[in-house]
Every structure is written in structure tokens, then in C-alpha cells.
């Protein structure tokens, strides 16, 4: 990243911060700004952007569902043992399963929308839209794309479910990661088919999803 | 019985030999060296590895972790090899388990193939392929020590860094700029899943990568780089100096993937599959590729880069 283009990045993540604290003195409660989302993330360098003010908005609702969610998770995931860095398989299995059984307890009456927000969901969409319809959108979907990817029929997605262990994680190129929200270290976007997945790395937990996130 | 097995043996190569025409070149100068001896279609000149004591030997190995068949008859080859040829370490290019990765799986589709490299003590060096969950990196046998990216060094003249191509971050962007600078090491080698450059009729070049990558290899002097992801064996002619090698090859293939007209491919092989050996001796690395049926499908020397004077 050149010093120029981070200058600017610089330049519109603060413009999009004074434009939400504009906004929020004059009516609404105060938005956060999706480059800061979460908390403990370094800001998203957007290769698709700025948002508008409203756009910002909407994704700031997904940044405080997301706050709530790493809260709870660094809970839950504070009562079990560490992993060692020399784990065997049984280890990470069971680490993974206890972790992600206290996640689904935690979060029982978890449902779709609950971290991709109504709010959020088209500017996700409409993100996701302007990478994929742009002249590289096609190498990245193909990139994204796999011959060992399950047909997206074969799997029903449900939030706070299992990840489902017959489908195999994609590629999610930079361009893609560069355009959404950033998430901090245990969660991750992917995609099953069209759906963009927001997984949870560490209990291999499905924390929500957007169907029909990648356009045909 | 031993001998008698021993007679098979110089029987089975004589009878190799007629069939194939192998021939091998002396490369002759390297003193205390054995070089290990295979087989290679009569078209070309095989460069053996030479075998020196003293020198870093490793393998590279991608895009193995099927538990089908194929994987084992090449997890033969290499031990096979290693008989001979007593290579330190493997390096994986990414996608180590398909599918499902129960404790099971660990062990099906890597722990029983590679036993006897392992129990050897041959250390495997990982780093993970888009089919790879994040968890792989606590895997003891995997050396990750719970990194998605680390570096080590097992010469001191050279120094490997492995890269997270999945899901590259800013920040391992950054950290992998800041280990290359600081490198003082003669070899340079990173190794992850995605080819900068790749002949691959399915997946190819990964451009973006490559833009963001390539200017750091050249500017930190970055003599070889390995990758996997497709589905087969490509040494890249060197691109601006640096060497690329597609080892994508160790349990899933690609047959007839490699575009014959990308007009980048020194060496393609696409149609079984194959693993890279090779050895480290001060300013060269020599290689060799090599198939599940044990024919030593490309072969080779290169020289590393050097700073600019």
C-alpha cells in the first residue's frame, strides 16, 4: 500500500467518521463506523468505497451485534483450557466441539439477521456486488469457486449450527476482504455456495449467513 | 532371502533401464557426494541431487490430504526416497486435509501415509490451502506452533517463511515484509497455497496476490517461491529473477490442466501425480520432481539471488 493511497484511506475513514458524529448530533443515536468495527480490529483499507453516511450507518448496526457476540465469546471461551501450540487431533476436536456446544447453548434462540442485521444486509449485498461486478469479478469468483465445493443444494445452512464438515472451506480472495467489515481473529467470512457465512473459527460454528450474498 | 531380494532389485532396474533409456549426468565436482540415482525419460538429461553430507535436504508437497490411494502409492515414493536421500523436512503448500477434519481424518489422511517419514523424524512444515481450517496450526506434527504465519530457519544460511494465502491480512502482509527485511539469510524461500504463477487451466495466476506480493520478493531478494493449488507439477521460468514451482501434486490431479500455451511453464507434468525433493549446497538448489510411479518427471539446478552490488 502506497503512502499516497493509504493517505487517503486515512483521509475518507475520517470522513466517515466525522459525517456519523455530524449525523448523530443532529438526530439519531450515534452510528459506528464500519472501518472500526470490532473494536479490536485495525481498520478495513476498502477497495470498494467511501459509503455513504447511511450505508455506514446500517453497517454500524452489524459492528454492534458483532461486539456483543466477541463479549460473549471471549466469555465462554475464557472458561475452557487453552490450547496448546502442540495439540494432537483429539485435542482440537474436542477444544472445537466444547467451545462451539457452549456458543449454541449461549445463543439458543440465535436466528438469521441476528449479527447481519436487516439494516445491513443490502449494503453487505451491494458491497459484495461492486467487487464481484468489477473486471476482476469473475477470476474472483472463480478463485472463491471449487470442484470439491458441495452443491449448494445438498446443504441446508442454519445459524449456530455445526459448520458442516462435508463442505470444505473456500478461498476468500483480498479484494472480498478488503470490501467487508473487518472482523477480529476467531471469526471469518466464507462462503457455501452463494451465501456469504459468517463462521466462527475456533467452535466451527455458522454465527450467521446471507443467502444469495455473491451475484449471479 | 536378503540377497535373493537384492538380485530382484538389480534385475528390476536393469530391466527399468532397458525400458526407459535413463541417463544420468556426472555433475562431478561435488566432493563427498552420493548422488541419488532415478529414473527419467531418455529426452532429457537428469541432474541428480547430489546428496552431500552437511547440506539442507527437503521435499515439498501440496494439495495431498485425500486419504485415497493415489496419496499413499506417493507417500511411498517419498519414503522411498528418503531411504537414500535423508532429507530434514517436508514443506506443504497448502490444502493438507479435504473435507472433514475429525481426529480421524488427521490420521487417515496424513499420519498413516507419512508414517514412516515421521516416525524417521522427518518434521512436516505446514501452511494452509483454502480446504484448511485455521485449527491445523496446533497441530503438533504440523510445526505451526499455533501460527497462520511464521518463519524458521533450519540451515543458517537459509531461511523459510510461510505465508497465509487464504486469508491474507494486512497485518501478515506487513509481518512478512518486516521478517523479509530483516532476513539476512542467503535463501530466501516463502511458500504458500495460491501461485503467483501458475499454468493452471482451472485456477492460474492469482494476479491480486501477485500485486501485492511480488514487489516484496523482489525488493528483499526472494530466490524461490512454492506453491500449490493447482493440480499438478509446474516449474515457472523464472519470473524477474525468481524461481516459481506449482507442487499442487501430491494426492489430488488435475490430468491435462496445464495450459501448454501460457508461455510460462519451464517444466509441466499433469499427468499423475508428484512431489519435489531437493537440496540446498551454498548458492544452488538442485531438484527433482518426482511421480507415483517413482520416475523422476523433472530435474535441475538454480542459483539463488543475490543483492543488487
Given amino acids: ?81 487453552k490450547l496448546p501450540k502442540d495439540a494432537t487431533p483429539q485435542q482440537i476436536d ?56 458441495a452443491a449448494p443444494s445438498a446443504v441446508k445452512l442454519r445459524v449456530n449450527a455445526r459448520y458442516p464438515d462435508i463442505v470444505p472451506l473456500t478461498s476468500v480472495p483480498p479484494q472480498v476482504l478488503q470490501t467487508l467489515p473487518k472482523l477480529t481473529e476467531n471469526l471469518e467470512y466464507r462462503f457455501i455456495g452463494d451465501s456469504l457465512i459468517l463462521l466462527d473459527v475456533h467452535a466451527h460454528v455458522i454465527v450467521d449467513f446471507i443467502d444469495g450474498a455473491m451475484p449471479h | ?55 539442507l535436504k527437503f521435499c515439498v508437497l501440496g494439495d495431498f490430504g485425500t486419504g485415497e490411494r493415489p496419496q499413499y502409492q506417493l507417500a511411498e515414493q517419498m519414503a522411498a526416497l528418503h531411504g537414500r536421500f535423508n532429507y530434514d523436512l517436508v514443506v506443504l503448500v497448502g490444502d493438507n486435509l ?11 489422511k496424513f499420519e498413516l501415509p507419512y508414517k514412516p517419514l515421521l516416525d524417521s523424524g522427518v518434521k512436516f512444515y505446514a501452511s494452509l490451502g483454502n480446504h484448511d481450517s485455521r485449527e491445523q496450526r496446533f497441530y503438533k506434527l504440523f510445526n505451526m506452533e499455533g501460527k497462520l504465519y511464521y518463519a524458521f530457519s533450519p540451515k ?31 535463501w530466501k524461500i516463502v511458500f504458500f497455497h495460491h501461485p503467483l504463477y501458475s499454468s493452471g487451466k482451472r485456477h492460474g495466476s492469482d494476479l491480486r496476490l501477485r500485486e501485492v506480493l511480488e514487489p516484496l520478493f523482489l525488493k528483499y531478494n526472494v530466490s524461490l517461491v512454492l506453491n500449490g ?20 501434486s501430491g494426492g489430488e490431479l488435475r490430468a491435462g490442466n496445464i495450459d501448454r500455451g501460457s508461455g510460462i511453464t519451464a517444466k509441466g507434468f499433469d499427468t499423475d501425480l508428484a512431489f519435489m525433493a531437493a537440496e540446498i549446497i551454498a548458492d544452488d538448489m538442485y531438484f527433482n520432481a518426482i511421480s507415483r510411479t517413482g520416475q523422476t518427471v523433472d530435474s535441475g539446478v538454480l542459483t539463488r539471488r543475490k543483492p543488487a552490488p
Fill in chain 2, 1 to 55: 532371502m536378503q540377497t535373493r531380494h537384492r538380485s530382484y532389485v538389480v534385475l528390476l532396474s536393469l530391466l527399468l533401464l532397458i525400458l526407459t533409456g535413463t541417463n544420468y549426468r556426472d555433475i562431478g565436482s561435488i566432493t563427498g557426494a552420493t548422488p541419488v540415482e532415478a529414473q527419467q525419460s531418455s529426452a532429457e538429461q537428469l541432474v541428480p541431487l547430489p546428496n552431500k553430507g552437511g547440506s
Fill in chain 1, 1 to 81: 500500500m502506497s503512502a499516497t493511497r493509504g493517505g487517503v484511506i486515512s483521509l475518507v475513514v475520517a470522513a466517515i467518521l466525522a459525517l456519523s458524529a455530524c449525523k448523530h448530533e443532529e438526530s439519531l443515536p450515534a452510528p459506528k463506523p464500519t472501518s472500526e468495527s470490532p473494536a479490536s480490529a485495525p481498520p478495513t483499507e476498502r477497495v470498494v468505497g467511501p459509503l455513504s453516511n447511511e450505508d455506514a450507518q446500517a453497517l454500524a448496526t452489524m459492528t454492534d451485534r458483532l461486539n456483543e457476540y466477541i463479549e460473549l465469546y471471549t466469555k465462554l471461551e475464557g472458561t475452557l483450557p
Fill in chain 2, 229 to 248: 493449488h493447482d493440480h499438478f507439477y509446474e516449474r515457472v521460468k523464472p519470473q524477474k529473477g525468481i524461481n516459481y514451482f506449482v507442487v499442487g
Fill in chain 1, 94 to 149: 474436542n477444544n472445537q466441539r466444547m467451545l462451539g456446544k457452549l456458543v449454541q447453548q449461549a445463543r439458543r434462540t440465535a436466528k438469521p439477521g441476528d449479527i447481519f442485521t436487516p439494516q445491513a444486509r443490502p449494503v453487505i449485498k451491494h458491497l459484495l456486488a461492486s467487487v464481484f461486478g468489477g473486471p476482476d469479478g469473475k477470476q474472483l469468483k472463480a478463485s472463491i469457486m471449487d470442484e470439491r465445493q
Fill in chain 2, 98 to 108: 479435504y473435507g472433514s477434519e475429525r481426529p480421524q481424518d488427521f490420521q487417515q
Fill in chain 2, 156 to 186: 543458517s544460511n537459509v531461511r523459510f517463511f510461510a505465508f497465509d494465502s487464504t486469508y491474507p491480512e494486512p497485518e501478515e502482509i506487513k509481518w512478512l515484509e518486516d521478517e523479509l527485511a530483516a532476513s539476512k539469510n542467503d
